[in-house]
Nanobody, 111 residues
Framework: VQLVESGGGLVQPGGSLRLSCAASGFTFSRYPMNWYRQGPGKERESVAGIGSAGAWTNYADSVKGRFTISRDNAKNTVYLQMNSLKFEDTAVYYC?????WGQGTQVTVSS
């Protein structure tokens, strides 16, 4: 199983980024997918989740209305669209499914 995140980078406050997570080694369409993040000096926290067919989503209160999780089962990929980014969104963002984790992608919000 592999989960490979991409799309992180440096962005100014108020900006946007779109993270991607390409999955392989399992039947992607059967499993919910999640995004987590870990900021500097903080514990890892759940950001967003999506059902196997995309029928449900959930979000941390801190990102509701700003972030959108989606998935493309034909491409075995889950996305996290992040808008109106804030300094406190700075973190390493991880893709997760079942017991598997990606390596993470760094998002830095800075002016």
């Amino acid at each position: 199983v592999q989960l490979v995140e991409s799309g992180g980078g440096l962005v100014q406050p108020g900006g946007s980024l779109r993270l991607s997570c390409a999955a392989s080694g399992f039947t992607f369409s059967r499993y919910p997918m999640n995004w987590y993040r870990q900021g500097p000096g903080k514990e890892r926290e759940s950001v967003a989740g999506i059902g196997s067919a995309g029928a449900w989503t959930n979000y941390a209160d801190s990102v509701k209305g700003r972030f959108t999780i989606s998935r493309d089962n034909a491409k075995n990929t889950v996305y996290l669209q992040m808008n109106s980014l804030k300094f406190e969104d700075t973190a390493v963002y991880y893709c997760q499914s079942q017991t598997y984790w990606g390596q993470g992608t760094q998002v830095t919000v800075s002016s």
